[in-house]
């Protein structure tokens, strides 16, 4: 037998929100919508647009179960990387990176970031522009910023999402992202549109979900304005000395590259570090183990601000090699 939304809602959100019955989640939605509406008027925000994106909406069951399974990351770095930095997505961004090579270029001279790191940011948030989230951001942020957990930080982001269809850059309806309300080609929340989308077509609209130019820009336009080096890589794989342990590393020890050559530090291979004069930390993501240690540079920091989780960042570090060394 089909089960109607209305049926699967009032099932759903019985056990989620703990409340006597989906009728009277609708009813307090519909009251907290309104209230919202008022405010987005307050804000300057358009009847039309607030037509065209809060009519007939509803809290999404899924999305509040997804915020509420979100488990502690128990994949072991290993495994993450053969997820996210294995041969298929290397040769594709390779292919994508030769493909793409003159707009890249153009990019990457006005912000001065390198083309790898912008392909590897890319591939590695939605596989190039392949999975970039099928939930309506509008509902999605909604359901959050009604649920309460976390509301305020989405009442926030669902404003500035209001904001970015009120510009033009996208329809309600279009405008598909994560459950959490990221979205387009590198699943930037609303606030992240607002601080680093940039039209580098010229047509008008700052489109991270089809416009190439403006997925390639919005990106190096993030990293740079966050502080990225672009006569500078993200780190490198190291050997630790058996003197080193995992107290004596970690994003906050940071010293001069000869400060840690002269405790035993050395490039994977055996080789001295690097002569250039930067400050470093040595990191060892997967926590069980010191192998694999990188030692990383301002830009590795950088792309943490992206995504602050030591797994991210190395994966795109290790990415942006492959595509930046030929077959």
Not at 65 to 91: H, S, W
Not at 223 to 233: E, I, N, P, V
Request: aromatic share 10%; net charge positive; with cysteine.
């Amino acid at each position: 037998m089909k089960i109607c939304k209305f049926s699967q809602i009032t099932v759903i959100l019985f056990g989620i929100w703990g409340l006597t019955g989906a009728p009277a989640v609708a009813e307090e939605f519909d009251v907290w919508l309104t209230k919202l509406r008022t405010e987005a008027v307050s804000k300057g925000i358009s009847a039309v647009t607030l037509d065209s994106a809060l009519t007939g909406i509803a809290p999404i069951p899924r999305v509040i179960e997804l915020d509420r399974r979100q488990p502690e990351f128990t994949l072991t770095f290993a495994q993450y990387m053969q997820r996210v930095v294995n041969q298929r997505r290397i040769d594709k961004g390779r292919a994508l990176l030769i493909k793409h090579k003159a707009l890249l270029a153009e990019v990457s001279q006005k912000y001065n970031v390198q083309p790898r790191f912008i392909v590897a940011l890319w591939g590695i948030e939605t596989d190039f522009g392949r999975i970039t989230g099928g939930f309506p951001v509008i509902a999605a942020l909604a359901t959050l910023a009604f649920d309460g957990r976390r509301s305020a930080f989405f009442r926030k982001e669902l404003f500035l999402a209001l904001k970015i269809i009120d510009g033009g850059h996208i329809s309600a309806a279009a405008m598909k992202g994560s459950w959490a309300g990221a979205m387009g080609q590198n699943q930037f929340m609303p606030s992240s549109f607002h601080n680093f989308a940039v039209d580098h077509d010229g047509n008008g609209q700052k489109d991270i979900w089809g416009s190439l130019p403006d997925v390639f820009a919005s990106i190096a336009n993030y990293l740079a304005k966050s502080g990225w080096r672009g006569d500078q890589t993200w780190g490198r794989k190291i050997s630790l000395p058996a003197a080193l342990g995992r107290d004596d590393i970690g994003r906050k020890r940071r010293q001069l590259i000869s400060a840690w050559q002269d405790q035993g530090v050395r490039r994977i291979s055996g080789a001295d570090l690097p002569k250039r004069a930067l400050q470093a930390a040595v990191v060892a993501p997967d926590r069980k183990s010191l192998t694999p240690a990188f030692l990383v540079y301002n830009n590795y920091n950088v792309i943490l601000k992206w995504n602050r989780s030591d797994y991210f960042a190395t994966a795109v570090g290790i990415l942006s090699d492959h595509l930046g060394r030929p077959k």
